[in-house]
T-cell receptor
């Protein structure tokens, strides 16, 4: 079965640079979620989108922005990168993510971002 | 979302059942209990979820107490590949609020 696709899988950037991470959800999934997992930490929710609209917001820094496109893929844009942004970034997708949704989320393999 | 409490680590012998407990004493009536696991920096993997009835699928069983204040994930015949961090999550809305999880080590 098709899974969530994330690209790139690895990314190395320098401080103050920008980065764009991409996520392609499972076919027919209309909701996308982004998570950040620092070294030795648990995944932390950043933001989610349903039908191209932001549906929930977690601990996403102001330097980060994200959007969902008409084909449901999503991009996480990160600017003014800091050393502390080095982490695994996971994208997940699900069916209908409206309020009260109980559909399970399926996670991609992640993008490992290293900021030097 | 309700907070969950899990033991930080557990061991299990290969081939035996692994029973992972989770306390969620502040769970509200419309919140579901979800279980995910993460194997060595891979993306978290969905295992099972339930509201108040016990659930079973090809991976595991979920036992939820009648008062819904706690639950147990059961892996009936643990294998070495089940070594992972297991997360119990209580949710109603979109995002998954991961807590500390239980690091399960399956030993030969």
């Amino acid at each position: 079965a098709a899974g969530v696709i994330q690209s790139p899988r690895h990314l190395i950037k320098e401080k103050r640079e920008t980065a764009t991470l991409k996520c392609y959800p499972i076919p027919r999934h209309d909701t996308v979620y982004w998570y950040q997992q620092g070294p030795g930490q648990d995944p932390q929710f950043l933001i989610s989108f349903y039908e191209k609209m932001q549906s929930d917001k977690g601990s996403i820094p102001d330097r980060f922005s994200a959007q969902q496109f008409s084909d449901y893929h999503s991009e996480l844009n990160m600017s003014s990168l800091e050393l502390g942004d080095s982490a695994l970034y996971f994208c997940a997708s699900s069916l209908f993510g409206g309020a009260g949704s109980t559909y399970e989320q399926y996670f991609g393999p992640g993008t490992r971002l290293t900021v030097t | 979302d309700a907070k969950t409490t899990q033991p930080p680590s557990m061991d299990c012998a290969e081939g035996r059942a692994a029973n992972l407990p989770c306390n969620h004493s502040t769970i509200s009536g419309n919140e579901y209990v979800y279980w995910y696991r993460q194997i060595h920096s891979q993306g978290p993997q969905y295992i099972i979820h339930g509201l108040k009835n016990n659930e079973t699928n090809e991976m595991a069983s979920l036992i939820i107490t009648e008062d819904r204040k706690s639950s147990t994930l059961i892996l009936p015949h643990a294998t070495l590949r089940d070594t992972a961090v297991y997360y119990c999550i209580v949710r109603y809305n979109n995002d998954m609020r991961f807590g500390a999880g239980t690091r399960l080590t399956v030993k030969p």
